[in-house]
């Protein structure tokens, strides 16, 4: 058995011919532009054409085509119009033949074989064959000359077909609709009218017998045999003459009077009740016909009640519109929002009853789910609310489904849940549904919506949202990918999930994660391929068939060729191959499915890349990607693999980059987590270092070392306790150090980690750094001023005064620095420092204040002295400083000293200088105060 008989799940030349054909990828800007064009309005043209179709000026145009070639029809079977006007009449019979042609075509083209399962569509297209038939046979027979010889006596039996024009009148049933329903009314209506035929002609039988047995002698003329009488009868029927088919009966013998007897019971069986009869079933028939097609025109349940509640709504709120102002007084409707609430929440009481009932919820919970609606409610139906009341209103509906599921698990109560999670479901999607009118850019509401669907499990319903959601923002392709995983995961559906991503990535050609989750799609597809096979007993080897476009890969490889071809990205090619290891991983994927496929993407890496440093790197990183738990000889042979390939690497470009490439791959193969030592691994350290020594010395007698690649080296070196080679080597780093001061700090915390006395190196480093590193960068001053502190303790002073002298961005960052070192080494210096700092521009900040205060309240200094800080921060800062005069109000009445009658003054007088702007904030935060020292 192959995998095609055990999962097919769509045409694959369909997918194939999507997935193959590059989405934009050419030299010139605008070949590209056009590309990306044509292909993101692929959708937007068949969608135009449905519209087209549907759309009441085309139905329009084509029934007045119809109603006119009728007309020339008509005009055609008068010889002398049909004499004068020979020549136009054909110009219009082609016209009208082209425009039921473009019809045609174009609701083929839209509709697919869709079109053909329209039984008004098959009578459409026939009509079309016969007016084509006729065109080509008129055209044939225009084209021949001569008329003697017998073969064109045949071909102009053909001129007969002219007669099928006629069948062009029958387009105008396909055109209007009333037409169709009555059409459609005598075709189902045959089968009973069958039956009441073949009464009327066993009736009609009878009385044929009977009347030629009582009348025979006296009218032969009408009665002389039983063909005759069943003529007679049917004559009678119509009421043709019946006069004188009694005279003729009674003029040779009177006593034939019963014939009136005879007529008038045959008249009342056959034309009152049987034709009536028919007229019965058509009329029934039609009814039942005329119900079902206003039933298949009408809107969808819910979208009629979600129609009534806006009504409903805006009698009590308003209109919906751009204008946010309501006149007051002015209401749509005398309807209260108090009654419009009581009979929202009357809706939802079958739903509370059969809580109750079932045990589910007790009276009193009842009670208080129903004011917690009711205050919901009233929420949601005031004039000014916001997107937050529809989700609240949503969000504790779905809560309380939550519990209600817990509860049902608890008491094993499995039934009613369409008349409990059912009504609450409806609900909430009609409350949804207005929401995402009203708030369509809001996301919350779309993901609550779906998290609703999810919940019940309602998974068609979640479609629509996604359907729904994607119209409006497909600009998003996270979307997309949720979307696609949801139809995938939890919807059970694979062409859906496959076909989102196809038009996702018509939209997004470049975007990684898009490419990489129709990658992982099209992985998991296979993986439900080979564990259906499981589930059949077939081992999943022997489901990888060449032929087969999922279990061969072809697909999963069209895939990766068609994004490395759209991405240029080396990282981005590896993530592909990191993809299909993973699913190797986690799904058990064959070994011939999965290997062939990582190859195909390692070949097209090389084929596009093999002359970049760049995938000669990530190539030998890929080798240890697919490690699963190895031991240690399994980690040294993975690592010889890889070094293996850079080997060869340098030797095909034996370039500086490479080089590079190669000291790097090092440097992070001991970076990495995932490959950190077992400490026991002693033999896999020991060669990884060996080989990265190696790599190292054979650059620096190139000349390819760089700075960073130094500081691996020393680093290295210092973790195997090769100190005395690695102050060497970072010595080296210093000559080459470029003037920046992410290097100045890589090179001094190396020196530092280094063991023995590093200090002379360090401060020539630091005096270096305050040579060449640029000194209007406020970051700089604090990166020197820490290292001073720490390596060079007597210059800190030396180095803070030469940092106030720089700009006022400076000053205020450094300051705070400045004030912290000074009170960490004694009071008197911290206040010394602070005085001074304060009374330079742009050096003082609230932060500066508050730290300041702290350590004197800390050291118990007296109020007093606090006051004075605090009055003289407040000359500075006191417009916009709420925090510091709530923190003075708080000194006030909590510290020791403090006069609390003193707080009142000091609140009006925060109340007179704070910007209007503040005032609320301090008002708030002030009682917020008071109340807490209540307590």
Partial sequence: MSAVDVYRPMAYERVLGDIAAPVGSTEDDEDELAIEISKSTTDVFFDALLSLINNRIFSIIVLTAVLFNTIALILLTFPEYAARFTYGFAVLDSFFLGIYMAEALIKITALGFAYFKSGWNLLDFFILLTSMLDFIVQFFLSSISGGGSSFMRIIRIFRAMRA??????????????????????????????????FLML????????????????????????????????????????????????????????????????????????????????????????????????????????????QAEQEAVEGPTGPSTEWPQGQRASSLRMAEFVDRRLERGLGELEQMVHAGLFTSDELKSIVAKRQKLEYNV????????????????????LEL?????????????????????????????????TKYPNDMEVWRTHIQLCKLLRWNPAASQVYTRMLQLHSDKPEIWIEASDFELSENGSPDSARDLCLKAL??????????????SVELSIATKVFQRGDILGIDASHLVKDDDPITGGKVCMAVAENAIKNIDSVDFAGSLYECVLRARKQDKLPEGFWKPLANFILSKMEEKYGDTPEYWKRRAALVLVGLDEPTEYEMI???????????????RLPSESMWHAYMDFLSELFGRQQFTLHPEWLELSRKRSIKAFEVFEQAETKGFVQFRHYISWASLLNDRRRTKEAEAVLKKAASVCPDELEAYMKLIVAFSSLAGDQSGTITELINAARKKLPRNDPGVWKQLLDWTIHFQPSKVEEVFREAMQQSMAIRSQVALQYVTWAYSTDLSSGRKIYKTVRDIPGAFSESLVKFAIAQEKKNSAPIASLRKMFDDA?????????????????????YEGGDPLASGKLVSKAQKTLRPEFLTLFTTMNNLLMANLTK
Avoid at 384 to 400: A, C, G, I
Avoid at 415 to 427: A, L, Q, V
Wanted: contains cysteine.
């Fill in 381 to 400: 139906q005031r004039y000014e609310k916001s997107v937050e009341d529809h989700l609240k209103y949503v969000k504790y509906e779905m809560s309380l």
């Fill in 637 to 651: 042979k993975a690592e010889e693999e890889a070094f293996q390939i850079m080997n060869s690497a340098v030797e």
């Fill in 506 to 519: 018509r939209w997004h050609p470049k975007n990684h994660e898009l490419w990489l989750h129709h990658l």
């Fill in 164 to 197: 099928l024009r006629a069948l062009r009148m029958l387009r105008t049933i396909t055109i209007l609709h009333s037409l169709q329903v009555l059409v459609t009314t005598l075709v189902q209506s045959m089968s009973s009218m069958m039956v009441v035929l």
């Fill in 404 to 436: 209600t599921k817990l509860r049902r698990k608890r008491l094993g109560y499995d039934y009613k849940f369409n008349e409990i999670e059912g009504s609450i479901g409806k609900r909430c999607q009609l409350r949804l549904m207005r929401a995402e």
């Fill in 874 to 894: 407040l000359s500075f800062v006191g417009k916009d400083s709420v925090d510091l005069w709530i923190e003075y109000i708080r000194t006030e009445l909590t």
């Fill in 202 to 309: 066993l009736f009609m039988y009878m009385f044929a017998v009977m009347g030629r047995q009582l009348y025979a002698d006296a009218s032969h003329r009408y009665f002389g045999d039983l063909f005759t009488s069943v003529t007679t009868l049917f004559q009678l029927l119509t009421f043709d003459d019946w006069f004188y088919m009694y005279d003729d009966v009674t003029k040779t013998n009177p006593s034939y009077w019963h014939f009136i007897i005879f007529a008038i019971a045959y008249t009342l069986v056959e034309y009152f009740i049987f034709l009536n009869l028919f007229m019965a079933v058509l009329v029934d028939t039609f009814q039942s016909q005329l119900k079902k097609s206003e039933a298949k025109a009408a809107a969808d349940p819910e979208i009629i009640a979600f129609e009534n509640e």
